[in-house]
């Protein structure tokens, strides 16, 4: 199989599509219904704007990222796995030693749909999240950005669409239908997973959901990187590379937003989020806030702390650890035990259970470990300007929702307190309505090449090196 992409064909793929006569009439059927979900539900307003887009020629980490204006609807989606090989083991669970699956053995089908339904649901979930924000982009460059996320998740969605279509008969084609049905927040049919069902109603919420979000996306698809069933490995290795530009819109968004905001507090010589926020930018509080819901909404996609999925997912090989091939242990984990937290007497206390039922909880911690990095970035930035705030990820057990942690009342610092402190000081650990509101309140868009909105700064360098006041979009 070659690893260069056939744009000729209805279907760009590398995957040698035109091969299998049955597959491609099927994936050809779902294309229509592709494209009429991306026109009622993807971005609003995008119809005839040309936008400077990255499109995969060939996922070489060299001959992917090819630059050009593409009009909006017609972005080549297509099937890109990374290429094979044919004599790989698989490398961890009962399974260990043994040749990787070209196929799905038939007792891990029913896992190996729900592992890949739920990865595909993410994916057009969060263009729908994201739907309305290029009407309030905040200039050129992030709109471009926006569209450019939003174009790979649609990708990500085809990815996963192809192997259901193709390893999983008529049922796959049915979830492939399904999959184009639910709506993301939408009561009678949402999306699977609950952060995928929360709204995305302003910029900050965005970047807040491409640099939390997005990460959980890296963990996921890197512990689906190394399963034994080879096509899913393929296909999520090179869904990874788009994942790390997703990331970076976030991390460098909420960057320049802080910049901004710094620089504002020196100018005014204060930190009074009342002044801040007559000024027009938003108060490093207020980010810490909306830092402390995308974190921890984000931790609970991970799911239970103890979990006999999980360690099932993990002994057929289903699903790996974050960096499975790079840990030194006998990648089978049976007798050993994890420390997993749970709340006894108004206390939080460790416990621990088997290491096999702990996998979502040391995919968290992996999570969390990579999450706080790029915090300690943003606070750099707030250090090189000589003002003593610090953002912080909040305790694990904050405001969670799912696991032996859920609904407990603990503070962002992690003590137990009670619903009457909770309810006291959630204004404090929380967005607010009236948080929302005055976000919401600055955005507006702004088209002008080189402008930005008032409340972010630019960015230190364009895209594919060009400049800052490059046209990004053109507007049909
Ligand atoms: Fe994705
Ligand atoms: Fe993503």
New binding site residues.
């Given amino acids: 199989m070659s690893s260069s992409i056939n744009y000729s064909e209805k279907i760009p793929n590398n995957v040698n599509l035109s091969e299998d006569r049955t597959l491609q009439r099927a994936l050809e059927q779902w294309q229509p219904n592709y494209l009429q979900w991306w026109q009622d539900v993807g971005p609003e307003g995008s119809q005839n704007f040309d936008v400077y887009l990255r499109t995969a020629v060939s996922v070489d980490p060299q001959g992917w990222a090819q630059f050009d204006y593409v009009k909006m609807p017609d972005y080549r989606w297509g099937i890109f796995l990374n290429p094979g090989d044919a004599e790989r083991k698989i490398h961890f669970g009962d399974h260990l030693g043994e040749k990787a699956w070209q196929d799905v053995p038939g007792e891990y089908r029913a896992n190996l749909r729900r592992i890949i339904v739920t990865q595909g649901d993410t994916?057009p979930a969060?263009v729908e999240q994201q739907r309305h924000l290029g009407l309030t982009a905040p200039s050129q460059y992030d709109l471009r950005n926006l569209f450019q996320?939003n174009v790979?998740?649609g990708r990500?969605l085809w990815a996963m669409v192809y192997l259901l279509h193709k390893y999983f008969g008529r049922d796959g084609r049915e979830e492939g239908e399904a999959l184009l049905e639910r709506r993301s927040g939408q009561a009678d049919n949402p999306r699977i997973l609950e952060a995928f069902n929360e709204p995305t109603p302003d910029w900050l919420s965005f970047f807040m959901f491409?640099y939390f979000t997005?990460r959980d996306?890296k963990f996921q698809l890197s512990a689906l990187a190394e399963s034994a069933f080879d096509p899913l490995a393929r296909t999520t290795k090179f869904m990874l590379t788009?994942?790390a530009h997703?990331?970076f819109v976030g991390e460098s968004g909420i960057s320049r937003i802080i910049q901004r905001t710094c620089q504002v507090m020196n100018e005014l010589k204060t930190d009074d989020p009342k002044k801040l926020r007559e000024a027009g930018v938003i108060d490093l509080p207020t980010m810490q806030r909306y830092l402390n819901f995308h974190f921890s909404v984000t931790i609970d996609l991970f799911g239970a702390d103890e979990s006999s999925n999980a360690a099932l997912f993990y002994s057929s090989g289903l699903k790996g650890r974050f960096d499975e091939g790079k840990r030194n242990d006998d990648h089978q984990l049976k007798g050993q035990t994890y420390r997993v937290l749970q709340a006894r007497d108004g206390q939080l206390v460790e416990r621990d259970v088997p290491m096999l039922n702990a996998l979502n909880e040391v995919l968290r911690d992996d999570y969390i470990k990579d999450s706080v990095g790029g915090v300690e970035r943003w606070n750099k930035v707030i250090e090189k300007a000589g003002i003593p705030f610090r953002l912080k990820v909040p305790h694990k057990a904050f405001h969670r929702n799912i696991g032996g942690l859920a609904g407990l009342k603990v503070s962002p610092e992690g003590r137990v307190v009670s619903e009457a402190e909770w309810n006291a000081k959630v204004g404090e650990w929380l967005p607010t309505d009236e948080d929302r509101a005055f976000v919401g309140s600055l955005m507006g868009r702004v088209v002008e090449p080189g402008k930005f909105a008032n409340w972010i700064s630019p960015p230190a360098m364009g895209i594919n090196r060009q400049p800052v006041n490059f046209e990004y979009v053109r507007f049909g």
């Fill in positions: 994916e969060s996320v790979e998740e990500h491409t997005d996306g788009e994942e997703h990331m």
